[in-house]
């Protein structure tokens, strides 16, 4: 603009200048040139056609400069606007729509006059769904005055479409008629379609965050909540709003805010935050929340709080479950090894016992050795129990009938102090369970509440309907003793567990009893009050009739022979006991200590044998290996296998338990002859 004045402003000072200098000399000039050749009136008629021709002059110079000033700048303001891609628009009720400068990226203003030569084509132009909101737009910017802006999406004369911007205001005559619209048109279509593309993304991202069930807050190089999201289940630390603006301290509970202030310091100084575990309480229950930090963007960061808990327990499970297994498979070893020495112990007792008179005092030695025997037995087997549970012979068996029977055991267990209470129903409970492994269960859970009841108290058996479900039958062990916190009802079931001074208790009683409960089919609780005592409800599934009881030898039905008999066992004090008690009792024994060695055995050899007593678990060849050697070699050759281990070491051993004679470890002498003679009778070769 001041390269359009000066020009203009130069002119106007000479025309001003020549002016004056007209005014002043014309007169004297003309005079002294004139006065004697033309009158007084033909000399001013010659001064005014001079003013004349110098002013015409000096005007259309002025109008030629003026008019390439402002071709300049049409010029000029024509490359700006087609630089910025905008289109001038001018609208009159005389001219019409006119597009007079610029261009947009695939169209120029000239194409744009001969498309759209009218306000009608311009509005044509519009797509459809955007030609209401745009004219309700323009019609509001007309009533009131103020500047108009509003985005709609064109067709253009090349047929694309794209996004426009037009801008302007109207101007009214004085009598406040609409006069004239000016303003431009630009072209957005890139910044729409990035405006829409970031619109889109966030809410994808939205989407997703609402779909994590994780507390997630978005804050600050200074800690201040820019947004958050907190679901509502299952943990929550309040509404989203009351957060945003606020220290993100000031949001979580106030031990984790401090580790949250740190990680936050080490990510944005360009370190790497720890992983922060951290254990919140809530009415729902306790929660493992992890806490996780990422940067979003230079100056803002994410952090995340993921509850854990099913995690965590899986993990906590998973470790339980692996040491379980090592200590299943340690415990299977260990109990087959003090099976093996319980064996030993009670049969050189009852020897003992045998060749005493019954006034020998030293008897009475011998039946305390006899019961710690028995004791240690029943340790190991729950020992085996709990690391390998055994199979059940699952029978319809009357519950009330097992507890009756237990009856006058279970009150020599508890004691003088102690009172025992049978709850039980005149008429039949049946039950489809295991009775040997029930009565187990019943003793563990007697044992359990008389040792809660150290100075006397009461124990309350109680057998009969659930009342939460018709398909169960439940058992319940009550006591009035010292009942238990909930730190420890949380893992009383738990192995090796005890609150039991040192010595006094395995830990293994209750974890035996829910294994074999939930083999069983059913499931054990407990309720106690700390103080009152304790509830143990086993819930067992209902049966619909009772099996006849079958007639079956007693163990201890002893019996004496004079078969030959090959007994092969690995462990020397073992095989020496079991061939001295069979010799006793009249039998030829062969003792080897080696399978491979009976494996070698010649026919001639073998057909002299008349039964085959056998450990199962030996190094190299196993007992049912052996067997399976040797029957193939004589078919009619009974089988008597003995073994300290559990079920899942016979199967792994090649022993098919079902349809086998089987002496488990630790036996007495009368057990040991009884089921040799039942395998001899029975002529039962390995199955």
Known sequence: MRSVCRPALRLALVYAAVAAAWILLSDRVVAALFSQVWPAMTVSLVKGWLFVVVTASLLYLERRNNEAARRSLDE????????????????TRATGLVMRAGRWPTVTAAELRRAWTTLDAFGAAIVAEDAEPAQAALRAAERSGEPLAVQMRMVLPDGG??????????????SGRTQSFLGVAVEVTAREEAIRALRASEERLSAILHALPDIVFRV????????CHAPAQPVSLGEPESA???PITACVPADLGPLIGAGLEDLFAGREPPLVRYDLGLPSGRHALDVWFSLCGADEALVLLRDVSAHARAEENLRQA?????????????????????????????????????????????????RSTARATNLTQQLLDYSRPQPLVLRNVDLAVVVRDMEAMLKRMVGEDIVLHLDLPDGPVPVHADAGQLQQVLMNLVANARDAMPTGGAIHVRVGEDGSREDQVGLSVSDTGSGMDDATMARIFEPFFTTKELGRGTGLGLATAQTIVETSGGRMTVRSTLGAGSTF???????????DEESAPADGAAGTGSERILVVEDEDSVRHLTT??????????????????????????????DMLLTDIVMPNLSGGELADHLTSRRPDLPVLFMTGYGADEILRHGVRESGVALLPKPFTSAQLLGAVRRAIESGQPAA
């Open 220 to 227: 600050d190089r200074d800690g201040l909540v820019v947004d």
């Open 580 to 609: 001295r008690v069979l010799r006793a009792a009249g039998y030829h024994v062969r003792a080897l200590g080696c399978s491979e060695e009976a494996a070698a055995l010649s026919d001639a050899d073998l057909a002299g044998i």
């Open 244 to 246: 945003r603006g606020r």
């Open 161 to 174: 479409v794209a996004w426009i911007e037009v801008r302007g205001r109207f101007t009214y005559t004085a």
């Open 537 to 547: 409800c086993v819930r067992l599934p209902r049966a619909d009739s009772i099996d």
């Open 322 to 370: 692996a040491k379980m297994e090592a200590v299943g498979r340690l415990a299977g070893g260990v109990a087959h090894d003090f099976n093996n020495l319980l064996c030993t112990i009670q049969g050189y007792a009852e020897i003992l016992l045998a060749g005493l008179g019954e006034e020998d005092k030293r008897a009475a030695d011998v039946r305390e050795i006899l």
């Open 76 to 91: 000029r303001l024509e490359l700006a606007l087609e630089s910025a891609h905008v289109v001038h628009l001018e609208w």
